[in-house]
């Protein structure tokens, strides 16, 4: 499946043309919004339509309307989906979360050409995911620097141990995100979070992602002292993301 998007997206790279610049963009830190939760864990919420393994989420997904929602529920960042092949997102949806919120914003997206990256930019995002899988280590450390130039954090994503050491033998990310769903089966679990953890050094910031769906899926990774976790499917399918977020912490919803 990463192969197939992997190819479109190469595709897609040949005709992409810069958007113009949103602007008035003020870049806020993931890293920060995630250190400095009012939980003891952060949240990045997804605002994801769709996916190839779980289909269609949400009909009619207003991304303004979601993203404040998220930001009045208590969530530390979002994270928009802006893939329109295999997850029905587009940039506008990340323009459109970024201007309606002042949380930061991580784009979600298949990056592997550096154009992408002034892409990002360009449309406002606060932070760029570079997933390992569709990156050779060389690579994703000169997307991450070229990012971190541009004014922009990048989530290093995961998920495997032999992705983890790769990373880490050619540079320490400041964000490392673990992603907890098997590429192949699309199955998920927190065990890989728990199995990939003590190979991190305690300085980065952790995010825990994928699959994270009740509370006790939460205290779990607080008991793991991970900084973060990226919650798509279980906000999006909640009635509200309020009552969502609440759920996930034991909260009473106001
Ligand atoms: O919906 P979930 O299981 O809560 O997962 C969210 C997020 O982790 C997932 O969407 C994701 C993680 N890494 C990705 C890379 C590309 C696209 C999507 C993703």
């Known amino acids: 499946m990463l192969n197939q998007i992997l190819e479109t997206k190469k595709t897609e790279c040949k005709t992409l043309v810069m958007p113009e610049e949103t602007k008035n963009i003020s870049r806020k830190s993931l890293k920060e919004a995630l250190i400095h939760s009012n939980r003891p864990l952060g949240i990045i919420a997804e605002i994801k ?80 995911l570079l997933i390992a899988s569709a990156l050779s280590a060389k690579k994703l450390h000169e997307f991450y620097l070229e990012a971190y130039n541009l004014g922009l954090e990048a989530l290093v994503e995961v998920h495997d141990a032999n992705e983890l050491s790769s990373v880490l033998n050619e540079f320490k990310p400041e964000i490392i995100g673990i992603n907890n769903r098997n590429l192949k089966t699309f199955e998920t679990t927190l065990e890989t979070t728990a199995q990939l953890l003590p190979m991190i050094p305690k300085e980065l910031v952790i995010v825990s992602e994928s699959g994270v769906k009740t509370a006790e899926d939460i205290d779990l990774l607080i008991s793991h002292q991970v900084t973060g976790a990226l919650v798509g499917e279980a906000l999006m399918t909640a009635p509200t993301p309020k009552e969502g977020l609440a759920h996930l912490f034991r909260e009473r919803v106001k």
Request: aromatic share 6%; charged share 30%; hydrophobic share 40%.
């Open 49 to 128: 339509k769709a996916s190839p393994s779980k289909g269609l989420f949400k009909e009619n997904l207003e991304p303004d309307e979601v993203a404040r929602d998220y930001a009045q529920a208590g969530a530390d960042a979002i994270s928009v989906l802006t893939d329109q092949v295999y997850f029905q997102g587009s940039n506008t949806n990340l323009i459109k979360a970024k201007q309606a919120v002042d949380i930061p914003v991580l784009r979600k997206d298949f990056i592997i050409d550096k154009r992408q990256i002034e892409e990002s930019r360009l449309i406002g995002a606060d932070a760029i």
